[in-house]
């Protein structure tokens, strides 16, 4: 079962090779009054980016056919940079698998006269499951503790430790 690559995930590739390349396109400043669809429709830059947008879809169809089905499903994206090969994956485990089958995929794609000097096998986690920041949930001292805190409070001898456990007790909750 072969899977389409989420398009998105293309155009981020393509555009990181044409960030990593400035020379690679000229834009031209958009006339006044028109929508960005009517400047994109006529845009060189813009048949450009489509361009290279099919080619890497292109280039990924062909390192698919030379990989396991297992294999091939989950790779997701790849970029051409020269001799520099990108393989794009979605988990550690595939990554793995594509760097086992790396020197294959060269050998395979050299004959058809596309030479590789390195392949670079990465890991991109879907939108959906990127690691959201961990917010600790805030627990609420209780009001008895509350209360032990003040009693230890009052019975230390010690200013500064009296006054920060004086400040933690009043975080009591209700």
């Known amino acids: ?12 590739r393509s555009m990181m090779f044409i960030v990593t390349n400035p020379g690679s396109l000229r834009l031209s400043a958009p006339k006044p009054f028109q929508s960005a669809r009517a400047c994109l429709a006529h845009s060189a830059a813009a048949r450009r980016i489509r361009s290279e947008i099919d080619r890497q879809q292109a280039l990924l169809a062909r390192i698919r056919s030379y990989l396991p089905a297992r294999v091939a499903a989950h790779c997701t994206t790849s970029i051409l940079n020269g001799e520099t090969l990108s393989l794009y994956t979605e988990s550690p485990v595939w990554a793995s698998r594509l760097r086992y089958l790396q020197g294959e995929l060269a050998t395979s794609l050299a004959g058809e006269g596309i030479n590789i000097r390195e392949v670079r096998v990465r890991i991109s986690m879907p939108n959906s499951t990127a690691n959201p920041r961990r917010h600790r949930h805030r627990q609420d001292l209780s009001a008895e503790n509350a209360t032990l805190l003040r009693s230890v409070a009052e ?3 010690d200013p500064g430790l009296k006054q920060a456990l004086q400040r933690l007790s009043t975080h009591a909750r209700g």
Request: charged share 20%.
């Open 155 to 157: 019975a230390t001898n």
């Open 1 to 12: 079962m072969e899977t389409q690559p989420d398009f998105r995930q293309v155009l981020v």
